[in-house]
């Protein structure tokens, strides 16, 4: 069911997805060609904002802070396996990758790479901060518009 909360949740949550993005720019190689990059993770945040935080808010300020927080984490996960699932695909069709099962560990060595990248802590501070105040924020948004 819509409410505010959830909408507010979404639209928070896509917000730091951009803003993550672009401090995650700096840190790739220089002349990595990154597309669709913000947008992909805005999107991402908009359903996790929406399904993860969203249908937790308006059970209390501890639930609200930990639905924060479990938003920003399943958006990098989502964020992380898509991203390598994509540049396995790309693989793939270079014929570098041949089969399912080296398809599927050269997706968790990918993903194991960009996790390494996203070690910086001005980017972990940002979204563990962003998910405390999506939550909390959240939270009372459902307690004043419910």
């Known amino acids: 069911m819509p409410t505010a909360a959830r909408a507010i949740a979404a639209l928070l949550l896509a917000g730091l997805g951009w803003v993550a993005s672009d401090m995650i720019r700096p840190l790739m190689p220089e002349g990595t060609n990154f597309g669709y990059f913000n947008e992909v993770n805005a999107a991402l945040g908009l359903i996790c904002g929406w399904r993860v935080i969203g249908k937790r808010l308006g059970f209390g300020w501890s639930n609200g802070l930990s639905a924060g927080l479990t938003g920003v984490a399943s958006l990098v996960v989502l964020s992380l396996f898509l991203l390598s699932l994509y540049k396995m695909l790309e693989l793939a069709l270079d014929r570098r990758v041949t089969g399912l099962m080296e398809g599927l560990v050269t997706i968790f060595d990918i993903a194991t790479e960009y996790a390494l990248v996203l070690l910086h802590v001005p ?24």
């Open 123 to 146: 980017l972990i501070g940002l979204l563990v901060g962003g998910g405390v105040f999506i939550g909390l924020f959240g939270e009372w948004v459902s307690h004043r518009w419910s």
